[in-house]
């Protein structure tokens, strides 16, 4: 299996996405709960008209079953997922998270954003399958 390029509409969202979390840290600074940078971020999503469904659901396949009560922060326009996180730095387990999460909703393209720092730009993770 090569490489597949993400399609431009997936990277039109992405680089959106950031920017509407980079104006939220912008406006907001580091030291809030992640549920605050998750409102925030819903309402600067809405008024830049970028689709995203907020605390989505999804089924995490296990064998021959579908256990159910697994939510992700954001799933914006039905083809990435953005994880939130308000901690001193990433650790190996917040990008293995991503990627399980990525895996069990059949997608390529995730987020990890992390408001606890100075600038955004270092508490940006981009990860692709």
Do not use: W
């Amino acid at each position: 299996m090569g490489y597949e390029p993400i399609p431009p509409e997936d990277e039109e969202l992405t680089k959106r996405t950031i920017g509407a979390a980079i104006e939220v840290h912008r406006a907001l600074g580091p030291g809030f709960l992640e549920r605050v940078y998750e409102e925030a971020l819903c309402y600067e999503l809405t008024e830049a008209l970028v689709p995203f469904e907020r605390q989505k659901s999804v089924f995490v396949p296990y064998k021959k079953i579908l256990i159910r009560g697994h939510r992700i922060d954001l799933l914006v326009g039905n083809r990435i997922i953005v994880e939130l996180k308000c901690v001193d730095d990433f650790s190996p387990i917040h990008q293995a998270q991503l990627i399980s999460y990525l895996k069990a909703a059949g997608l390529r393209l995730g987020l990890l954003l992390n408001f606890k720092v100075v600038l955004l730009k270092d508490g940006i993770k981009r990860i692709v399958l």
